[in-house]
Nanobody, 125 residues
Framework: VQLQASGGGLVQAGDSRRLTCVGS????????VAWFRQRPGKEREFAAA????????YYGESVKERFIVFRDNTKNTVYLQMDNVQLEDTAVYYC???????????????????WGQGTLVTVSS
């Protein structure tokens, strides 16, 4: 599957932004799709994921209760709704996919073998 992430840009602190990850290919619902982010000067970290099948959601601690991940398999699309963004949310956001990924590994990037190109979100005060 090929992934295309979009939706980044400049956003003010406290505002909302929605990122989109569109996948090509078949059987999109057989992929767990995650969002990872890389903040300036830091390693890439897990943000959120939507599992294959029923779309169970998972969140990293730093985004929990502010971000929502959801998917529309009819459109081969996974979204990351970012609410009440903070300065520390400034990062390049990547979507990634893995087929039938065990839920124990959804936050571990080495298990994802398909990656989008990243989209930059810059939060201003």
């Amino acid at each position: 599957v090929q992934l295309q992430a979009s939706g980044g840009g400049l956003v003010q602190a406290g505002d909302s932004r929605r990122l989109t990850c569109v996948g090509s290919g078949r059987a999109f619902n057989s992929y767990t799709v995650a969002w990872f982010r890389q903040r300036p000067g830091k390693e890439r970290e897990f943000a959120a994921a939507s599992s294959y099948g029923v779309g169970t959601t998972y969140y990293g601690e730093s985004v929990k209760e502010r971000f929502i991940v959801f998917r529309d398999n009819t459109k081969n699309t996974v979204y990351l709704q970012m609410d009440n963004v903070q300065l520390e949310d400034t990062a390049v956001y990547y979507c990634a996919a893995a087929s039938f990924l065990n839920e124990n590994y959804v936050d571990t990037e080495r298990y994802y073998n398909f990656w989008g190109q990243g989209t930059l979100v810059t939060v201003s005060s």
